[in-house]
């Protein structure tokens, strides 16, 4: 049986700058965790899902994106000029065209999953169960729930639950849950409409949980729980983390790293 979902929207127009100076001349998703950019292990993800048509969002400073995949053979992609820097709803917004009315998955290439099930691919088979979007979500520490979007929901297995709430950045006090939606995600077409509504919020940007929410309030919308490892790529720290981790899980990548780990006595 093939996916029920045949398109992906990739965001990769963000500026980079926790990563300066060299996101001053590379993309934030051309670096790399080991030896491979992120929005490659994206890709990928998608692949292994599935899925074969794709659409980057760029701003005009992204070519070396471009020059990247200039040779794939495997994936139709076509790219899609973001003109400013107005939040991951208006990324999105952009794709509306290209979309064509259809059901669709974005990836977040911050949001690196290392595991054996790819997650779009689990998360495709809850859309094609219940025919409503689909949101990415991990139990996160207290201290990362300021930084991240949180839903409110009600589980209904092991890894399923309705969204019932979202809300992006809370205070601790204020989060509903310790739950995170964790940059994958499926959306119906009425997506589109949603971001339309919302008005700028969270750092002056079109913030999507802001439209999720919105259509949760009208609509099933449902969360997947992964239990695949997670490393946040958006940061220098996290983006070391997931090169060590990376090399940890494939131990031929780098034969000399747990040794030398150890060697430093921490």
């Known amino acids: 049986m093939g996916s029920s979902i045949k398109k ?6 963000g500026l980079g700058t926790r990563f300066l100076p060299v996101t001053r001349s590379v993309s934030k998703v051309m670096l790399p965790v080991f030896n491979i950019p992120t929005i490659d292990f994206a890709v990928t993800e998608l692949k292994k899902s599935g899925i074969n048509s794709l659409a980057i969002v760029v701003s005009g400073l992204n070519s070396d994106i471009q020059k990247y995949f200039e040779s794939v053979a495997d994936m139709q992609i076509e790219f899609i000029l973001q003109e400013e820097a107005n939040g991951l709803g208006d990324a999105i917004l952009q794709a509306e065209k ?3 009315g259809e059901s669709f998955c974005v990836i977040l290439p911050d949001d690196l999953i290392i595991g054996e099930a790819p997650t779009i691919k689990q998360m495709i ?3 094609s169960r219940h025919d409503t979007a689909v949101l990415a979500l991990k ?3 207290d201290e990362r729930v300021p930084f991240l979007g949180i ?7 092991i890894s399923t639950h309705r969204i019932t709430k979202c809300v992006e950045k809370p205070k601790i006090e204020d989060a509903p849950s310790n739950l995170a939606i ?3 995600y499926i959306f119906t077409n009425e997506i589109f409409e949603y971001i339309k509504q919302t008005t700028k919020g969270a750092l002056g940007e079109i913030q999507i949980t802001d439209a999720i929410n919105a259509q949760a309030k009208e609509k099933d919308v449902y969360g ?3 239990p695949e490892e997670h490393f946040d790529t958006g940061n220098p720290a996290g983006l070391l983390e997931a090169s060590i981790g990376y090399a940890v899980r494939y131990p031929e990548k780098a034969p000399g790293l747990i040794k030398f780990i150890k060697s430093l006595n921490l």
């Open 98 to 100: 290209w979309v064509n």
């Open 125 to 127: 088979s809850i859309h």
């Open 151 to 157: 839903v409110e929901s009600q589980q209904i297995d």
């Open 139 to 141: 139990s996160v520490e």
């Open 224 to 226: 997947y729980e992964f």
């Open 8 to 13: 992906a929207v990739i965001p990769a127009a």
């Open 182 to 184: 964790i940059g994958r």
